[in-house]
C-alpha cells in the first residue's frame, strides 16, 4: 500500500486521515499472509563477465530476467520499479542503489526493496566486468536502505560471506523452520553457496542450480501448504532441497545460505498463484519433473521435485513435454497449457519408459538396471529313455546400454520307471549359467534373443532288485536363449516384469558304456534337447 501525501490534505481533515491509517495499518499488522506490496522496489543485476582470468558465464544475465520475469508476473510488481542493470559495472550497480534509495525516502521509507545478483564473485566482492563491488558494501547498503522489508538475493561462487556462513553440514532432510519468525519488515540475506564453495550453471537447464530452483519454487513448486502462495521461507527451503540434489550429480555440492532478520506480524509471501494470464500445470504424485517448452528436446522450462501430491506450477501458455522420473520407470506426457486454465497431468495419458529401457536406449540418469528373477519350467531328456522333466532357475541380470549380461543357477530332475526287472532310474541335474542377451523393447513387451553357457553337474541314481551304486559326472552345455518379458503396472511393485524363456540346447555329458548291466567304459555324448520357462523377473 501506498502511504498518503503528509498534511491530511488527501482526506479532507488530519483526524479521518489518521483515523483512516490507523486502519490500514492494522489490517497490514494482522495479514497472515499477503504479496510483496506494489511500492516495492527490484534490483536485478545478472553479469556473464567477471574478472580477466575467469570463464564467462552463460546464463548469469538470463537469471536475472527470469527472476524479474516470475515476480513480476506472479508478484505484481510494476515495470516501472524495476531495474534491470545486465552487463553493468560496479559503478553503475552503486548508481542504481542510491536513486533506489533516494526514492524510497521520497516515499517515506515504507516501501520495500529487493535486490537479486547473478554472476561471479569470490568470498569479498561481486566481480562485474572487471570491476568489483565489495559484498560488505552492497550487505551494508541493502540492509541500511529506508523500507519495510529489504531482500538480498546473491548467485555467485562463495557467495556464504555475505550471510556470514562459513560451512554448513549436509543433511538429508534439510527445513528452514521460519515460518514463525519470518515476519513482515526487516531484513533478510539469501546466497546460494557458503563462503567457500563454488555456484554452478547448468547447460540443460540453461540456468544456474540455484537460481533455476528458486524460480522453480516461486512458479509454485515451493508451495507446500497448498495455498496458492510462495512465501519468502518456502521459496528459501525448496531452493535449497534442490540446490542440494541438482548440484549432488557433480563433483561439488552446493550450500545455500540465508540469513533472516525480520520482526511484525504475517509472513513474507512473494508470488502468488492465481494469475489468468498464465497457464497452470497440476502434477501428480511426487517426483522429479523435466518440464521441456515445444516438445521433448526442447528448451528446459522447468525442473522441480515438489513434496507433495498436486503441486502447481505457473508456466506461459504453450506446448510442453512433461518428463516425471518416478522409481520405476519415467512418464512421459505432452500437455498444452492455456491462459488462465489448469491443465491435470492425471486427466493425461502417459508413455511409460521404464528403466531398462532407457539404458538399452543409451538415455536417462543411468548407466545399469540390475534385477533377479525366479522361473519354473521344464528341460527336454538328455539321456537315452528320458523324457521332459520339471525345473527351476534363480537368476541375477544386469541391463547394459548394449546386451544384458547374467547369472544364475538351475537344478532340474527326471525320473525313468524300467520295465521288467530293471532298476528304476533318476537323473538330478545342477547347473551354473552365464547369459548375454539384447533386448528389443515394443512398449510393455521386451523381447530378448541370446546365448547361455553353463557349467553342470550330474548325478544317477538307481533302484531296483539289485544294488547300483550311484553315477556322477560333471560337463557343460550351451544354448540358445530366446525370451519374452511383460512389465506389470504394479505401483507396489515397480520394475516386475512376467518372463517366458526358452530355447534349443545340447549338453556336453560323460555316459557310461555298458554290457549286460556292467560298466564297461565312458564316452562323451552332445544330446540336443530344449527348455521352457515361466516365471517373474523383478528390477530394481
Known amino acids: 500500500m501506498r502511504p498518503a501525501p503528509r498534511g491530511g490534505s488527501l482526506f479532507g481533515s488530519p483526524l479521518l486521515a489518521l483515523s483512516l491509517l490507523a486502519s490500514a495499518l492494522l489490517t497490514l499488522w494482522a495479514s497472515p499472509a499477503r504479496a510483496l506490496p506494489d511500492d516495492t522496489w527490484v534490483i536485478a543485476i545478472g553479469n556473464n563477465r567477471g574478472d580477466a582470468g575467469e570463464v564467462a558465464l552463460r546464463y548469469a544475465e538470463r537469471d536475472a530476467e527470469q527472476f524479474v520475469q516470475t515476480l513480476s508476473a506472479l508478484g505484481g510488481l510494476a515495470p516501472t520499479r524495476t531495474v534491470r542493470l545486465d552487463g553493468r559495472r560496479a559503478e553503475d550497480v552503486r548508481a542504481s542503489l542510491d536513486q533506489v534509495d533516494a526514492a524510497l525516502r521520497r516515499e517515506g521509507g515504507q516501501g520495500s526493496l529487493v535486490v537479486y545478483y547473478s554472476g561471479h564473485a569470490d568470498a569479498r566482492a561481486l566481480h562485474l566486468g572487471g570491476s568489483h563491488l565489495p559484498i560488505a558494501e552492497l550487505t551494508e547498503r541493502v540492509s541500511n536502505a529506508p523500507g519495510r522489508f529489504r531482500l538480498l538475493i546473491i548467485d555467485a561462487c562463495r557467495s556464504g560471506a555475505a550471510s556470514r556462513v562459513k560451512g554448513l553440514e549436509a543433511t538429508p532432510d534439510f527445513a528452514v523452520k521460519v515460518d514463525d519468525r519470518t515476519r513482515a519488515e526487516g531484513v533478510a540475506i539469501i546466497t546460494s553457496s557458503t563462503a567457500g564453495e563454488d555456484s554452478q550453471e547448468s547447460d540443460a537447464l540453461q540456468a544456474s542450480f540455484f537460481s533455476h530452483h528458486l524460480v522453480s519454487g516461486l512458479r509454485g513448486a515451493a508451495d507446500e501448504n497448498d495455498d496458492a502462495r510462495v512465501t519468502l521461507a518456502e521459496a528459501y527451503a525448496y531452493a535449497y532441497a534442490q540446490t542440494l540434489r541438482s548440484s549432488g550429480?557433480?563433483?561439488?555440492?552446493?550450500?545455500?545460505?540465508?540469513?533472516?532478520?525480520?520482526?511484525?506480524?504475517?509472513?513474507?509471501?512473494?508470488?502468488?498463484?492465481?494469475?489468468?494470464?498464465?497457464?497452470?500445470?497440476?502434477?501428480?504424485?511426487?517426483?522429479?519433473?523435466?518440464?521441456?517448452?515445444?516438445?521433448?528436446?526442447?528448451?528446459v522450462a522447468a525442473e522441480v521435485a515438489p513434496a507433495r501430491e498436486q503441486a502447481r506450477l505457473i508456466l506461459p501458455a504453450g506446448d510442453y513435454h512433461v518428463q516425471a522420473r518416478h522409481p520405476d520407470a519415467y512418464r512421459q506426457y505432452r500437455v498444452t497449457l492455456r491462459d488462465g486454465e489448469t491443465t491435470r497431468l492425471a486427466d493425461v495419458e502417459p508413455e511409460i519408459l521404464r528403466y531398462d529401457q532407457l539404458v538399452r536406449a543409451r538415455g536417462g540418469p543411468r548407466r545399469s538396471v540390475h534385477g533377479f528373477m525366479a522361473l519354473g519350467g521344464v528341460r527336454g531328456g538328455l539321456l537315452e529313455g528320458e523324457g521332459a522333466g520339471p525345473q527351476a532357475v534363480l537368476g541375477y541380470q544386469a541391463d547394459l546400454p548394449w546386451f544384458s549380461v547374467g547369472a544364475r543357477a538351475r537344478a532340474s530332475t527326471v525320473s525313468v520307471a524300467a520295465a521288467d526287472d530293471a532298476a528304476d532310474r533318476r537323473h538330478d541335474e545342477y547347473a551354473l549359467a552365464v547369459t548375454l542377451e539384447r533386448f528389443v523393447d515394443f512398449g510393455p513387451l521386451s523381447l530378448s534373443f541370446g546365448l547361455l553357457a553353463e557349467a553342470t553337474w550330474h548325478r544317477q541314481t538307481f533302484t531296483g532288485p539289485r544294488p547300483i551304486d550311484p553315477r556322477t559326472s560333471v560337463g557343460g552345455a550351451f544354448g540358445g536363449l530366446l525370451a519374452v518379458e511383460r512389465h506389470l503396472p504394479f505401483e507396489w511393485a515397480p520394475g516386475l516384469a512376467v518372463r517366458l524363456e526358452g530355447g534349443p540346447y545340447s549338453g556336453i555329458i560323460e555316459v557310461a558304456e555298458v554290457e549286460d548291466g556292467v560298466v564297461v567304459g565312458a564316452a562323451t555324448a552332445t544330446p540336443l534337447a530344449g527348455w521352457a520357462a515361466l516365471g517373474i523377473r523383478w528390477r530394481l
Open 249 to 299: 550429480r557433480t563433483l561439488k555440492l552446493q550450500h545455500p545460505t540465508y540469513r533472516f532478520d525480520l520482526k511484525g506480524k504475517g509472513e513474507v509471501v512473494l508470488t502468488t498463484l492465481e494469475s489468468g494470464r498464465f497457464g497452470q500445470l497440476e502434477l501428480a504424485r511426487p517426483a522429479v519433473y523435466v518440464i521441456a517448452r515445444d516438445g521433448e528436446g526442447g528448451p
